[in-house]
């Protein structure tokens, strides 16, 4: 739906609803901000209009109408239309016998306005260089392709590289009795654009194309609820449809204009003239839900859900290739010969959960809960005779697909204890609340097809929380779990021949052995009326025990501090600041030769990987003269440092460079009301944002005479801008 | 063991110190007031009835047989007939007093969490609510009013009543630390307003685990992101498993929220021969193993494939 139909179609809703809701001598009230506003960015850097979109110029802000009269309701919002930032909602009701709601989101991601590519773009997702470009570069004079492509690619063009999603939803609840509700709701997504995509022709011959997008996803979903007395059910279902209108990315290789084949795949990438991938299949899913909650006596509390959802993907296959050459040099029958048209891809889920609360003793109140949830893969399994490596070569070497599935089993019991109430106690001087909460949780995990199919995890936690003084709390929380598998299958780690193509000592951390510890600890005192000050600390260890290679070791640690100031009733203030700190150890071997994996100790290496995270901010709201002159002005810091400490057996390696990267943002707002029911507004804002990565900064369009990329990095730049408003009041 | 035994004796120490500190409560007031109409309120509170009656509970009021009770400002505040009385300026003996009368009224703000709810969940027990109950809030103590306000919401539309234009602003003000987390270089469009915290979790408890509004992180980030829903033909494990495997949705230093820059992130788990296993390091800056995508320069398929040669996410 394109913006200039919402907006046709808002306004229409709101002369109709809204006329009809006046029409039954209603009470309004409301507030429309409009004005201009200008910026200017010191570059084209995609960050600061990352996932908005400032107006520059006059733009309406945001408005609110709402109307109310005998029995009916209506209520139309939004902020920034017309952009593609915005959002505009409506809302109908009749009482509480039924209300509509209609919501219309846009979110932009803007990846990148720097992007260039050498490519057309024929049609979507085709990809084509100029044969006479081509003919020039390879097959006249090949030893003149670096620098006939350098040409072609600094004379190329700009490529939008962001995509779009617009989102519709529409909601009718409503109440044909009492006890019972319905609700039927309906959602379109749509996302277009733009985004990078890496398109391979060889080891050494990345080629990076700006992917099309342009998928929609259709959901219908309705339930129905009825309580009454001690029982509450819900049933409901719906179906979810996600369309790609993008079957098949096809690009030419700018090495070749005829096919050919390539003995070794790690060749620089002059086999197939055109190449060809497949995109996100279109799929479906529909699912259905029951839930039951029951009240029983003595204030306990059961319920039960059911959830079954059905995953289906069936899109036709692509060929294996598109480069004819590789057809005639190998028996047809086994490039051909796919096993099938398309994957019958079928998977369901079906989850229960059961719990049970109960708070029959005062003070003290527990639950048990039981959850099983399975992610059956019903894919049948394919198996290939071979497949062709990026369309250079024909690789006879026998493939099955893994439909990977998963189950968890959850069995848990909380306790919440509250001394003070269950011995019908008043806080003291000193303790004026306190609550001590505890948890058992056992785990149990299954992965199909996988090198541990099965393991369990067994947790416990405790928590303490506490008011002291009426002006003090403190909270604490530590959790420890243990997970630790059934059994590894060591076949796995070898081919059909037994020959060990895994180091046999690695443990992938997802179902490795682990150790986990959490803890928090956190603090709020308020000192006076006029200060308030909190400090939190989280702390979040997995160790991996028996892990010889993979990640043996992550940690995640942050502080939190807090100070809010009131020094009056006209000025408030709040400052915060935040340290974090992530520790990743993972280690590693290095076998560069085909299997069997290598196993000399010298060739071992470790990655010590480290991040810091500082963040600061200010608010602060002064009301200079009350209900006259107000001020707003926010300020915004963060800088993330990530390091890359790396080590060998050797003594050999060296660190790549750190990367950083530090924004700043502040804006001010004034505020200051006319009489009658108008305000003028006035904003002023800086940001500046300065990026150190090697791997995302300046990168070349021709890497070694061979990758071809969109350039897409980033850039420091420094935005001000600065707008004024009128915001009237009705 | 060893720490298990010294949390127990911690818990111990602090249950006795509550019994020890704390004092009994004192005896209650035995004046009992009466219901008398949401009408009278209007002529002091104006503004706030107006603001009840533009909302969902003003809809309520309208068609009180459906919701099941009158609704009104007593059904929240309780009985007003003391403090009407005591508003009404009455001299008379035993007339009670304006503190008694402001007294007399229920204050949500003002109650313990559980009192306070009682009143919301009287009528919200389906829905959002299904699982209040057996969520983390409740059990955390958090009253109903600390999020939304029945007569003052800031709410784009009003139509959830809260007590902040952002929903995500509201949550941040006790989640102080994902505040931080969400100021990352990478990050998702809360901040900038494209989602919010409720998008993905359901403040009001849910079955599932983190209050999450689908059923596994799976479904959930399918949600928005369909395409990557499959079944493929070419699965990878651990993207089957959990998206967060390799994203933190919270917010990272690395783009697309992942949790490490690659190819170190795709290293954790590839180690066998030839280039997977290799060290990338300073010397290897100009390399398409480490420059750009890194990995996803060539295997941008991660997520999984279909087609007939996408066996190592190439196609």
Avoid at chain 1, 211 to 235: C, F, G, L
Avoid at chain 1, 262 to 278: I, L, R, V
Avoid at chain 1, 533 to 540: E, T
Avoid at chain 2, 20 to 46: T, W, Y
Wanted: some cysteine.
């Amino acid at each position: 739906m394109q913006t200039k139909n919402v907006c046709f179609a808002l306004l229409l809703a709101t002369v109709c609803c809204g006329g009809w809701v006046a029409a039954s001598r209603a009470d309004s009230e409301g507030d429309v901000t409009y004005g201009s506003q200008w910026w200017d960015q010191s570059a084209p850097e995609a960050k600061f209009r990352e996932y908005t979109d400032p107006a520059k110029g006059p733009f309406l802000d945001s408005f609110l109408l709402r109307q109310w009269g005998k029995h009916d309701f209506f209520t139309v919002y939004g902020s920034n239309p017309v952009h593609k930032d915005q959002l505009v909602g409506l809302s109908v009701a009749h009482g509480a016998q039924w209300k509509f709601d209609l919501k219309y989101q846009g979110v932009p991601h803007l990846y990148s306005q720097i992007g260039r590519t050498p490519y057309a773009e024929l049609q979507p997702g085709v990809f084509s260089l100029p044969d006479t470009i081509i003919q020039l570069a390879n097959q006249r004079t090949p030893g003149k392709y670096p620098s006939v492509m350098q040409d072609l690619i600094n004379n190329s063009r700009g490529v939008a590289l962001d995509v779009q999603t617009n989102e519709t939803k529409a909601r009718l609840r409503g109440r044909p009795a009492e006890g019972c509700q319905f609700e039927i709701s309906g959602l379109s997504r749509m996302r277009s654009g733009h985004k990078p995509l890496g398109a391979p022709l060889g080891f050494a011959s990345a080629i990076e194309l700006p992917e099309p997008i342009d998928q929609r996803t259709i959901e219908a979903d309705a339930s129905m609820t009825y309580a009454r007395d001690q029982v509450k059910i819900v049933a409901g279902g719906g179906v979810s449809a996600f369309t790609n209108r993008i079957k098949a990315t096809r690009w030419d290789n700018p090495k070749r204009l005829t096919d050919t084949t390539y003995a070794s795949a790690y060749s620089p990438g002059d086999g197939t003239a055109t190449a060809q991938m497949s995109t996100a299949p279109d799929n479906k899913m529909v699912y259905g839900q029951l839930s039951l909650g029951l009240d029983l006596p003595r204030d306990n509390m059961l319920t039960a859900s059911l959830y079954y959802s059905q995953g289906t993907q069936d899109d036709p296959w692509l060929p294996q290739t598109l480069n004819t050459a590789i057809l005639k040099a190998t028996p047809s029958a086994s490039v051909d010969s796919l096993p099938a048209s398309s994957t019958g891809g079928k998977a369901t889920n079906l989850t229960m959960d059961t719990r049970l609360t109960s708070s029959t003793v005062r003070g003290l109140r527990g639950t048990l809960r039981f959850r099983e949830q399975k992610y059956d893969n019903k894919t049948p399994v394919h198996e290939f005779k071979g497949y062709v490596r990026m369309d250079q070569v024909w690789e006879a070497i026998p493939i099955e697909s893994d439909p990977f599935g998963n189950k968890q089993t959850v069995l848990g019991a909380d306790v919440d204890f509250d001394p003070m109430s269950a011995f019908e106690l008043q806080g003291g001087d000193v303790l004026t609340s306190l609550h001590l909460s505890g948890t058992l949780e056992h785990q149990k995990r299954e992965h199909t097809l996988r090198e541990v199919e099965s393991d369990a995890e067994n947790a416990y936690m405790v928590r303490a929380r506490a008011s002291l003084f009426d002006n003090f709390s403190v909270e604490g929380r530590l959790r420890h779990a243990k997970r630790e598998l059934d059994e590894f299958i060591t076949e796995d780690y070898r081919d059909e021949k037994g020959v060990q193509v895994e180091q046999a000592g690695l443990r992938r951390f997802d179902v490795a052995n682990r150790n986990q510890d959490l803890r928090n600890l956190n603090f709020a005192y308020e000192i006076s009326d006029m200060f308030d000050v909190s400090l939190g600390y989280d702390y979040a260890l997995n160790d991996y025990p028996d892990t010889r290679y993979g990640v043996t070791s992550q940690k995640d640690e942050q502080l939190t501090s807090e100070i809010s100031c009131h020094p009056g009733e006209a000025l408030d203030l709040v400052f915060g600041y935040s340290q974090g700190w992530i520790r990743n150890i993972q280690t590693s071997h290095e076998s560069n030769n085909a299997a069997p994996v290598d196993t000399l100790p010298k060739n071992n290496w470790k990655a010590d990987l480290r991040d810091r995270n500082d963040y600061a901010f200010l608010q602060a709201n002064w009301k200079v003269v009350p209900k006259k002159l107000s001020i707003i002005a926010d300020y915004g810091f963060s800088k993330d440092v990530s390091r890359y400490i790396l080590s060998n057996g050797t003594g050999t390696a060296q660190d790549v460079p750190d990367t950083r990267y530090r924004r700043h943002d502040a804006q001010v707002e004034g505020r200051y009301w006319l009489k009658g029911d108008m305000e003028i507004v006035g904003r002023l804002g800086y940001q500046e944002f300065v990026a150190v990565d090697f791997a995302a900064k300046d990168i070349p369009l021709f890497q070694n005479g061979q990758g071809i990329y969109l350039g897409s990095g980033f850039q420091d730049y420094r935005v001000y801008r600065w707008a004024l408003l009128a915001t009237q009041h009705f | 063991m060893k720490r298990g035994l010294t949390l127990l004796l911690a818990v111990s120490a602090l249950a006795g110190l509550a019994v020890l500190a704390a004092k009994p409560a004192p005896p209650k007031s035995d004046r009992v007031g009466k219901f008398v109409g949401s009408e009278i309120c209007d002529d002091c509170h104006g503004a706030a009835v107006q603001q009840f009656k533009a909302g969902g509970h003003g809809r309520a009021e309208k068609d009180s047989a459906l919701v099941g009770q009158k609704i009104g400002c007593e059904t929240c505040h309780g009985p007003a007939s003391i403090h009407v009385e005591a508003e009404s300026g009455s001299d008379a003996a035993g007339a009670p007093t304006k503190e008694e009368g402001r007294a007399s009224l229920l204050v949500p703000s003002k109650l313990p969490a559980a009192e306070a709810n009682k009143a919301c969940l009287g009528c919200h027990k389906t829905g959002q609510q299904f699982y209040w109950k057996q969520g983390f809030h409740a059990q955390a103590d958090v009253a109903c009013v600390q999020c939304h306000s029945i007569h003052s919401p800031k709410d784009a539309g009003r139509v959830a009543l809260l007590k902040q234009a952002s929903t995500s602003e509201l949550c941040l003000q006790c989640h102080k630390n994902k505040r931080a987390r969400m100021a990352r270089s990478g990050h998702m469009p809360i901040t900038e307003g494209g989602m919010t915290c409720v998008s993905c979790h359901n403040p009001h408890g849910s079955p599932a685990p983190h209050q999450l509004k689908a059923n596994t992180v799976n479904e959930l980030c399918y949600k928005c992101h369909a395409d990557k829903r499959g079944p493929f033909l070419w699965e990878h494990a651990p993207v089957r498993e959990n998206c967060m495997s390799c994203h933190e949705p919270h917010g990272a230093n690395n783009e697309k929220v992942l949790a490490e820059k690659r190819p170190y992130l795709c290293q954790r788990c590839h180690i066998a021969t030839r280039h997977p296993s290799t060290l990338y390091d300073k010397p290897d800056l100009v390399s398409n193993r480490l420059f750009n995508r890194s990995c996803s320069n060539c295997h941008s398929q991660v997520h999984g494939s279909n087609h007939p040669a996408g066996k190592f996410f190439l196609r």
